[in-house]
């Protein structure tokens, strides 16, 4: 698949590496050429460095790794996009204060699809840190690590499942778009946990445990909230 990178910073360049490890033709966008050129190096398979819109015009699959500016600032000709799913994998800004956005707020993915109405956002990859992408397949594998996706697109989410199980990720369907909220406030959670001394290398993984053969507490029974 053709994948273009929008914004090659840290998670930019690594999910474009790693897709581009699989197979992939990738092509690095960035504000910088030399950046991009410098990450396209990375890449085992030749790989393309240039603008954000030249990625984007690319891309059959778009990773929208930039943030710090409106869509079309980063994407000059937002046509480029139409009718491709879009990886939104933005974060609210880190904070160490405590002060966390509100998980009811509208999500970034959400005001990324009004401001590009015509691409189909898929909110993933955004609770992981950059560090698991460099852990190895069959350990992710082993391990089932989850990737959330969120989209009102089920063909785009279609597509970015697929490229979620080749990765080594365990995909999980989150609903709708607007779930979003949802996941940027997970990633928030998994954030502070990691403030908490969790390792870079932590990751979410949403584990079915065998149904037990016997009850021995009772089983869960209808509840009587007033
Ligand atoms: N790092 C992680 O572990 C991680 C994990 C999950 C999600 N995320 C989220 O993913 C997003 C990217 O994170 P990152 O770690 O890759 O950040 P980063 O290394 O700081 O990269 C920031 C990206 O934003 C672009 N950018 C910044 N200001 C811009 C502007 N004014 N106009 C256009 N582009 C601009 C940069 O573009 P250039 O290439 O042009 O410099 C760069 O590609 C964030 O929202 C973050 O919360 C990060």
């Given at each position: 698949m053709k994948i273009g990178i929008v914004g090659t910073g840290n998670m930019g360049r690594s999910l474009g590496v790693l897709c581009a490890l699989h197979g992939h033709e990738v092509y690095f966008g960035s504000r910088d050429e030399q950046k991009a050129r410098t990450a396209a190096l990375l890449a085992v398979k030749p790989a393309g460095a240039g603008t954000n819109q030249e990625a984007a015009a690319f891309g059959d699959l778009i990773v929208w790794a930039a943030r710090g500016a409106p869509a079309k600032e980063i994407v000059s000709d937002a046509s480029s996009l139409a009718g491709k799913p879009l990886i939104d994998l933005n974060n609210n800004e880190n904070r160490t204060d405590g002060g966390f956005g509100s998980a009811g707020a509208l999500s970034f993915a959400e005001r990324l699809q009004a401001e590009l109405p015509e691409a189909q956002v898929v909110k993933a990859f955004n609770t992981l840190p950059m560090e698991v992408l460099e852990v190895e397949e069959a350990e992710l594998?082993?391990?089932?690590?989850?990737?959330?996706?969120?989209?009102?697109?089920?063909?785009?989410?279609?597509?970015?499942?697929?490229?979620?199980?080749?990765?080594?990720?365990?995909?999980?369907?989150?609903?709708?778009?607007?779930?979003?909220?949802?996941?940027?406030?997970?990633?928030?959670?998994?954030?502070?946990?990691?403030?908490?001394?969790?390792?870079l290398y932590g990751c979410l993984s949403i584990v079915n445990l065998p149904k037990p053969e016997r009850t021995r507490l009772g089983g869960r029974q209808p509840s009587k909230l007033r």
């Open positions: 594998r082993d391990k089932q690590v989850s990737v959330f996706l969120a989209s009102d697109s089920e063909s785009a989410k279609v597509t970015v499942r697929e490229l979620v199980e080749e990765l080594g990720f365990a995909p999980f369907d989150f609903g709708p778009l607007r779930n979003a909220r949802l996941l940027e406030a997970l990633a928030d959670v998994f954030r502070h946990a990691i403030h908490q001394g969790a390792s």
